[in-house]
């Protein structure tokens, strides 16, 4: 059996180990949260420009003559200009979150452009975020 001196000695030679163990924790947890920093300021940094590019985005859509409309994968309406209501007659209160499809598309048609947007949308929805259909003015 051990003595007490013999067990307190063990005791005493762990010390510098697990000291070190701890500074090195501590070390990792230093970085750990100067990374953390660094990713929340860079996530700020992004939101900023994501919302620059939104509004220079909204202002050039609502200033420009051509109608814009953007829909989703699921062809519902999530945006649409002045220029969309001037020329198509309805406000952008009047068809958010509407499928364009039963707004715009003749019922007898409307099977057959959902059949084709659905393929559109498996096709090429993993590459393009948006697409874009232009409707000209006389």
Do not use: C
């Not at 230093?30 to 509004?55: C, D, H, P």
């Amino acid at each position: 059996m051990r003595t007490l001196t013999a067990e307190a000695q063990e005791q005493v030679s762990k010390v510098p180990r697990e000291k070190k163990l701890l500074e090195e924790s501590l070390r990792q947890s230093i970085r750990l949260g100067k990374l953390r920093e660094k990713a929340f300021n860079n996530l700020i940094t992004v939101e900023r420009q994501l919302k620059k590019s939104e509004a220079r985005f909204k202002s050039i859509a609502m200033a420009t003559r051509e109608g814009i409309i953007i829909i989703d994968s699921e062809s519902r309406i999530q945006f649409w200009n002045p220029a969309a209501e001037k020329i198509l007659g309805y406000t952008s209160a009047d068809v958010a979150d509407q499928n364009i499809h039963e707004l715009l598309v003749p019922e007898r048609l409307r099977s057959i452009a959902n059949q084709h947007f659905n393929r559109f949308v498996v096709q090429y929805g993993k590459d393009f975020e948006s697409w874009t259909k232009h409707l000209l003015t006389g």
